[in-house]
């Protein structure tokens, strides 16, 4: 008997579809198995697409510091006392810890009136940054630039809105850039429009409701001072932030006398942290997923293991007569083993394109505007790995079933008979 002609895989398909009710269940246990594992994957691996686009474009390895009332009392000030940082506070953290690369402060304006001629947005976030700020939170530009040095140096009247703020004050659309928008009685040119859409990590406010000006410009408008509310730095490469921050946390309590270990006297938002817990969430989601749909895989593959030690058995007489007649040990070793193999493949296959299947729908409703949020598919590297995994699979599954077949003689047959 050769391996790959067409009487072999008639002969092949005719012993499973011999009793099709048979074949039907026992491969069902092999279709489950392979979609609940391609579904979980896929699932999983769209799930970690959607949380990363909801923290897509913020540094992994920012820290974001702001003060509160502290907790012990120092060099005479009594605990309960409140206090503000400087504009000198990012100088000092950028001049005294050089492992710094970015540090930039930041305010924040809420429920502030926003108006186009007649058209008034509903109450909008004011955020004053600098140029450098992008480097913290990224913009998505839908229009325009982002705010330069020289719109800080000259305190420029410009601004960058948000996408619900343009839908609100723009809704024909189009370009806005150059048009100029009325903010709490001031008006400011519109030089970009930022159209991130919120995400799961806001710093005061989403981007989607802000108007971005220059912080030098805030301070003058609304009379700001010398106070920073917030300050944003990032780490150089290769710097773990969770090491620099008991530096920052020494350098600004002795710059506004406060106890070096009273921690609640500033909370400072450690986004290396986040990041890293999400990822080794994930590893464990991961892990969970291939022990789940692994276990269930293998349930199937040991019922087709037992269906074909079934078949072995009632075809004791005609296995017998095939040795009779010249059959090899070798030969009737393949025949067992190819059944198993295909009943498994075919079982597994249809696993694969049903989850695909369900996986696309998933994609369909998370699609908004024509824009997908996060792509729920199983990659193609795992759908080969996964179709690899069935032929092996189904040639174990029928390793036991064949050696039972290969030790029939053919008088015993006969004598079964």
Not at 8 to 23: G, K
Not at 105 to 118: M, W, Y
Not at 297 to 310: D, E, F, P, R, T
Not at 374 to 392: D, N, S, W
């Amino acid at each position: 008997m050769k391996w790959f002609d067409t009487d072999t895989f008639r002969e092949i398909l005719d012993s499973i579809l011999r009793n099709r009710s048979r074949s039907l269940l026992t491969g069902f246990g092999v279709f489950w198995g392979i979609f609940m594992l391609m579904l979980l994957i896929g699932g999983g691996q769209g799930l970690r697409h959607f949380l990363e686009n909801q923290f897509d474009g913020f540094a992994h390895n920012t820290c974001i510091v702001f003060t509160n009332s502290t907790s012990k009392p120092y060099k005479g000030f009594k605990k309960g006392r409140y206090w503000d940082m400087t504009y000198a506070d990012v100088d000092r953290l950028k001049n005294l810890i050089p492992e710094l690369e970015t540090v930039t402060p930041s305010t924040i304006l809420r429920g502030k009136s926003v108006a186009r001629g007649e058209t008034v947005s509903s109450s909008a976030v004011v955020k004053g940054q600098r140029a450098d700020y992008a480097r913290i939170e990224e913009p998505e530009l839908m229009y325009g630039r982002y705010l330069n040095d020289a719109d800080i140096a000259q305190e420029r009247k410009v601004c960058v809105i948000g996408k619900k703020v343009y839908n609100e004050l723009f809704p024909e659309g189009g370009d806005p850039c150059g048009q100029r928008i009325k903010l709490d009685g001031t008006y400011y040119s519109v030089v970009g429009v930022d159209c991130l859409d919120g995400r799961g990590l806001n710093v005061n406010g989403t981007a989607a409701e802000a108007v971005t000006i220059p912080i030098s410009t805030a301070r003058k408008a609304y009379n700001l001072g010398n106070t920073v509310p917030m300050i944003c730095f990032t780490a150089k490469e290769g710097i773990v932030m969770s090491d620099i921050i008991p530096r920052v946390r020494e350098v600004l309590a002795r710059a506004h006398y406060i106890h070096p270990e009273d921690e609640q006297a500033m909370f400072l938002l450690n986004t290396q942290l986040i990041f890293g817990i999400i990822d080794n969430l994930f590893k464990g989601v991961n892990f969970l997923i291939w022990l789940i749909g692994l276990g269930t895989l293998l349930a199937g593959v040991i019922g087709v293991s037992n269906i074909m030690m079934v078949s072995v058995k009632e075809r004791t007489t005609e296995i017998g007569i095939r040795r009779a007649i010249g059959a090899t040990p070798r030969q009737i070793l393949g025949q067992i083993i190819a059944e198993s193999t295909v009943l498994t493949l075919v079982a597994g296959m249809g696993g694969i394109v049903f989850s695909v299947l369900i996986l696309h729908v998933v994609e369909l409703a998370m699609t908004t505007d024509g824009v997908l949020k996060a792509p729920f598919q199983v990659p193609f590297g795992v759908a080969v790995i996964a179709a690899l995994l069935l032929t092996v699979l189904g040639v174990v599954a029928g390793l036991m079933p064949a050696s039972r077949a290969m030790q029939i003689k053919p008088v015993d047959a006969m004598r079964d008979e």
